[in-house]
């Protein structure tokens, strides 16, 4: 049985993403809201090991700079028309996060939770495209290497 915060993340997600791919502004914010309240470090690594999941099937050779700029610009272009306040630099920091390049600590702080929430969906919805799958598949096997890795951290 799924604990109650991973549920509810995975719940909220799979809406998110379905609202992204109805490109429903109302359904995402509908989902955004109840993502961004849930624990911001629990969130990002989901949905972090989500995307770099996704960036891995998308690119089984590895991925160069053009790659990353491509995925960028796909999912910037498909949704800048009909969500607006579409912020490329959170996508942008939300790619890199999840390949493990973080942003220098003098910079600017990370995007704020409901950045996090509006915007981590629309690159797992693109990629989705890519790699065919579903986001449930991609959200149970990120969970399950988090509670892996979990496990082989304890002492």
Sequence with gaps: MTPPVPRAI???TVRAVEAVRAQDPDALDEAV???APLPAEQVGLVLGAVLRLLLEQAHPDGLAGE???AVLVRCARSNAGWLP???VG??????TGALGVH???????????????RHAPLLVADLLAVTGGTVGDYLAAALSEIA???TM???
Excluded: H, S
Aim: glycine content about 6%; hydrophobic content about 50%; overall charge negative.
């Design 10 to 12: 995975t719940q909220a």
């Design 33 to 35: 809201g109840e993502l």
């Design 67 to 69: 790659d990353v700029q």
């Design 85 to 87: 306040g579409l912020d």
């Design 90 to 95: 959170v996508l942008a920091l939300l790619l």
């Design 103 to 117: 942003q220098m600590a003098d910079e600017a702080p990370p995007p704020d939770p409901a950045a996090v929430a």
């Design 148 to 150: 892996v890795a979990e």
């Design 153 to 155: 951290e304890l002492p």
